[in-house]
């Protein structure tokens, strides 16, 4: 069990919750988090925000009660965590190429780490304009903006407004929509997948979908998969 250090409210049902520790992981890959005080008997997946210096941050949004339970914990309140798991994004590929992150709404947890480790990406950030008042945007905004050119879109489609073909590669996580329309703008697109976890580890196959014309696991071969290779039609 590890200790909270702080668990902070950063939108109307958007958080940041950092544990104290020494933490390892790579961009993409992510964590079973559980409070043993709770009724939670399965843990929930949650990707790497950031680490740094024996801390380790998850951003995350509350949707049901598991998550509502995590935003009502305190500074130094036990929280159980396993990992980190999955594959991640292939950052040593991409070191020397220009590349972009594009996230929308939860989607962007997992690219303020990318971003911290790719060299100087272009961020593009979208956000429903209920889920953060403008100066709690323009704080998020920010923290990305330390690692590349961020630009947050409210509201509106960004794809629409992007030249994404222009990019050696696009690092994509959010709503199956926005992937979508992400891996038709650059043949180099990979994308995060999302699905209801139970093990983690690929022994319980509650998280499988087709990719490639195959079974996979989301949790043991993903989440992250070449946008290409996977028909969103087929998800769910
Ligand atoms: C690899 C991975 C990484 C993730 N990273 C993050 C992250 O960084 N931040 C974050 O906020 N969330 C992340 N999630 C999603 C997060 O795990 C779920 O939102 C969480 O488990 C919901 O738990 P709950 O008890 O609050 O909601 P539940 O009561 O379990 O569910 C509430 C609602 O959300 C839906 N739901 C729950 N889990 C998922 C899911 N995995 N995919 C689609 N719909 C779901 C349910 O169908 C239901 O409608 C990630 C999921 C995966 C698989
Ligand atoms: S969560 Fe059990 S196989 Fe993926």
Redesign the pocket.
Known sequence: MYKIAFNKKIGIDFYIMRIEGNFEGSPGQ?YMLRSEDSFMTLS????I?DIGDNYIE???????????YFSKMQRGDSITLYGPY?NGFPVDEYIDKKVALVGGG?GI??LMYLAKKLNNPDIYLGMRKEAMSPEQMREIGESYSRYGATYFNIGNDMTEKIDLSKYDAVMTCGPEILMKKVKNLNKNTYVSL????GCAVGACLSCTCDVNGKRVR?CKEG?VFRGSEVDFKDED
């Open positions: 992510f929930r997946p949650i990707s925000y998850f951003m995350y949004k509350t949707v049901g009660k598991g998550t509502q999955g939860m947890a997992p999302e699905k209801h976890m989301v989440p």
